[in-house]
């Protein structure tokens, strides 16, 4: 069993940063690929970004490109997602999500564990 723990959600104004965090836990974490993914109020779960076992590739969401980074530390069994240049679009719960395989994947059903997610709200 894996489980994951997001954290650093919270409200923010237009353009402003935050830095979410995945604590994973039950498995070795350097085996799988990691990624983020968003539901918006109203929305579908969408593919935000994801990264490779050992961190050399990554892949973006072209909503979010350009803007928001993924990046982990496998000491820490730690993913993190960088958000910079935040617009209202953005808000959603952000859930991160762990797979089995060490490549990147943005399809949901690629993903076999998931978090219980983080509310990001940004707003003037």
């Known amino acids: 069993q894996v489980r994951l723990v997001e954290s650093g959600g919270g409200s923010v104004q237009p353009g402003g940063s935050l830095r979410l965090s995945c604590v994973a836990s039950?498995?070795?974490?350097?085996?799988?690929?990691m990624g983020w993914f968003r539901q918006g109020p109203g929305k579908e779960r969408e593919f935000v970004a994801t990264?490779?076992?050992?961190?050399?590739?990554?892949f973006y969401a072209n909503a979010v490109k350009g803007r928001f980074t993924i990046s982990r530390d496998n000491a820490k069994n730690t993913v993190y997602l960088q958000m910079n240049s935040v617009v209202p679009e953005d808000t959603a719960v952000y859930y991160c999500a762990a797979r089995a395989g060490p490549f990147t994947a943005s399809i949901r059903t690629e993903y076999a564990y998931w978090g219980q997610g983080t509310q990001v709200t940004v707003s003037s």
């Open positions: 990264i490779s076992t050992n961190g050399d590739s990554t």
């Open positions: 039950g498995r070795t974490f350097s085996n799988g690929a």
